[in-house]
């Protein structure tokens, strides 16, 4: 039977370049040219203060130019400041297949310390099945695949009916401000009829077996708010502790600590939990049930809480991420001030969730001001036109592995392509384990397995949406 499916699929696939059927990595000289890629990029320490973002772009248009690309096609645009650099190059297509679509990913990186990891996280170190180094999962792979598929594509001799686009951003870790850029001054370089994000979506591995294949359509909205007491300050050896801006913010932190807010479920978030209880057994299936009954049960609420991941997709959280107060040992402090990162649920106002921040304060001297204005992004989509392709890809390469579309916790340069109305769907088709998801933490990693099976099935998929071949 496996014989025959397979059968079926090549024939399905012939006339397909460079294509081993059955195959679930790419073959070993474009591996080893994505590995490569990998390498060179995440020895380039792009963290945002570094300012070397450009650098990276460039040197990914190095590649794509030597790779017979026309250099008009290839675009490294700098802004919206000098400091962040930002690639866009362009696949050309017959133009026979409708607008053009889009492959994103980004550049920059959040900082990683020499002293906090146990390896150097800016030198790429392959070791037991693992790529390490900072952006290895998040999300130099992303730009590693889709400049190395591009590479492949083109030697290929792969004619797509409409363009391809691919687009990697300067700052998607810190202000998003490269693909507001891009989308207000070059509308025209990346306008298209969808984008595929690898830095969303992916699949769930639990102790090495495939248990989900991720689409992200829909993402929790990213907001950041500060809480800041004040006073005029003095002498450290008169102390007035009813004034002193540390004390009274203290408390807030506490209640904020404690506080949750009211779980919330959607139609992504149902979808979520109904299959996910289908994959689990015991206690774990139970809750999931329990969270979807109506009203959702209480002591599955709690249980499902208790776990971050779960939690995110039950409702909007709010954080205290960093702490700043006085300005000198010896002196009463004149500021005390909390960040708080809240990632909130599409359909909840943000205007409420500000609101339930300054209740929580409960003191009108305290001041809340908004650090990161939140930006609304619509969920996107999952049209037949899309989920048909992924489906047929999805059976292909990771045969019963079901699709299962996610509210993602964390916010992507997708927001700003989903507000300027190009629907965005997270397809990394990065397998990795639930619970050991090192982005932005220590050692971060990438197993090389995954790496190498995402490099194939983007390739297979940028082939999937800009040609009629792969339709029977
Ligand atoms: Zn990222």
């Not at 146990?118 to 037991?128: G, I």
């Not at 130099?140 to 695949?145: C, L, P, Q, T």
């Not at 300027?420 to 639930?434: C, D, H, K, L, R």
């Amino acid at each position: 039977m496996r014989r025959l499916a397979l059968m079926i699929a090549g024939a399905l696939l012939a006339g397909f370049p460079g294509r081993a059927v059955g195959q679930t990595e790419a073959p070993s000289a474009d591996r080893a040219l994505a590995r490569d890629i990998l390498r060179e990029l995440i020895e380039i320490n792009t963290t945002d203060s570094l300012g070397n973002t450009p650098r990276a772009a460039r040197a990914m248009a190095r590649r794509l130019v030597a790779a017979g690309f026309p250099a008009a096609d290839v675009r490294v645009l700098i802004g919206p400041d000098a400091k962040h650099g930002n690639l866009v190059a362009r696949y050309r297509g017959t133009g026979t297949g409708g607008r053009p679509i889009i492959g994103f990913a980004h550049l920059d990186v959040v900082p990683a310390r020499r002293a906090d990891w146990s390896v150097d996280p800016f030198t790429f170190l392959e070791k037991d099945g693992y790529f390490y180094g900072r952006g290895s999962s998040d999300d130099k792979v992303g730009d590693a695949i889709l400049v190395a598929d591009f590479i492949r594509l083109k030697r290929a001799g792969f004619k797509p009916q409409r363009d391809l686009i691919i687009l990697l951003t300067g700052d998607e870790e810190t202000d998003g401000s490269c693909i507001a850029w891009l989308v207000s001054q070059h509308r025209d370089l990346i306008d298209a009829e969808f984008a595929l994000n690898t830095d969303a979506g992916g699949g769930v591995l639990r102790d090495g077996r495939r248990v989900m294949f991720t689409v992200q359509a829909s993402e929790k909205v990213y907001a950041t708010y500060a809480l800041e007491a004040t006073d005029k300050g003095g002498h450290s050896s008169l102390p007035r502790p009813a004034d002193n801006p540390v004390y009274r913010l203290a408390p807030v932190i506490e209640r904020l600590a404690a506080y949750q807010f009211p779980v919330k479920l959607n139609e992504v978030s149902r979808g979520f939990f109904d299959l996910s209880a289908t994959l689990e057994t015991g206690a774990l299936a139970e809750d999931m049930r329990g969270v979807l009954k109506d009203p959702p049960d209480s002591t599955a609420v709690a249980h499902l809480s208790a776990v971050p991941f779960y939690n995110s997709k039950l409702r909007t959280t709010c954080v205290a991420t960093m702490m700043a107060a006085g300005h000198a040992e010896n002196a009463l402090p004149q500021s005390a001030r909390v960040t708080v990162n809240c990632r909130i649920l599409p359909g909840d106002p943000p205007a409420d969730v500000a609101a339930t921040l300054r209740r929580l304060a409960g003191d009108d001297r305290i001041a809340l001001r908004t650090v990161y204005v939140p930006i609304p992004s619509p969920p996107s989509p999952l049209t037949p036109a899309i989920m048909g392709p992924l489906e047929r890809l999805v059976a292909e390469q990771f045969p019963n592995v079901p699709i299962v579309p996610v509210m993602e916790a964390g916010a992507t340069d997708g927001l700003f392509l989903r507000n300027a109305g190009i629907p965005t769907y997270g397809v990394s088709a990065v397998f990795e384990e639930q619970n050991d998801v090192r982005a932005h933490g220590r050692d971060e990693r990438l197993r090389v397995q995954s790496f190498y099976e995402a490099l194939e099935f983007w390739y297979r998929m940028m082939q999937a949406y800009t040609s009629d071949r792969l339709t029977p």
